[in-house]
């Protein structure tokens, strides 16, 4: 009987640890394919738009885009609440994300600091704008790859 007792619950944990095991390897499974979906994202993303161009390396996460690159003012200025960006330079992006909403922050090196907000349609392009109280919205959207 003591032996039945024994196999009993040594076959109890073996079957609770091929569970947890069983468990694990689904949720990693999971977290992995999100993050490789999330990684088909990355890389460059480039605007011509508002007479600026910029070109941004990015890098998606489930719940984040981040990055940074070079911009390029076409007409000479842009006006967009407030602030005349002039000239080129470097631009970062730090932004939060929930499923296709973005929203955060460009950052350009003459220290303007625009909210940014957009949407991700297709995997391949960010509709989305700085947002201005005293000018509205000023259209900025990004593309996946490189613009001709």
């Known amino acids: 009987m003591k032996i039945l007792t024994r196999l009993s619950y040594g076959r109890g944990r073996v079957v609770a640890m091929i569970a947890c095991f069983a468990a694990a390897v689904a949720c990693s499974d999971a977290a992995t394919a999100t ?36 911009y390029f003012v076409i007409d000479n200025a842009l006006g967009c609440g407030g602030i005349t960006l002039h000239g080129n330079g470097s631009v970062s992006f730090r932004a939060s994300r929930s499923g296709a909403a973005i929203t955060g922050v460009m950052t350009f090196d003459s220290g303007w600091m625009p909210p940014y907000s957009g949407t991700l349609e297709n995997n391949a392009r960010i509709v989305g704008g700085f947002r201005s109280i005293d000018a509205g919205t000023c259209s900025y959207d990004l593309i996946f790859g490189l613009v001709p």
């Open 35 to 70: 993050t490789a979906q999330d990684a088909t994202l990355d890389g460059a993303w480039t605007s011509r738009s508002s007479g600026v161009t910029s070109l941004l390396n990015l890098t998606w996460t489930r719940d984040s885009v981040k990055g940074s690159g070079t």
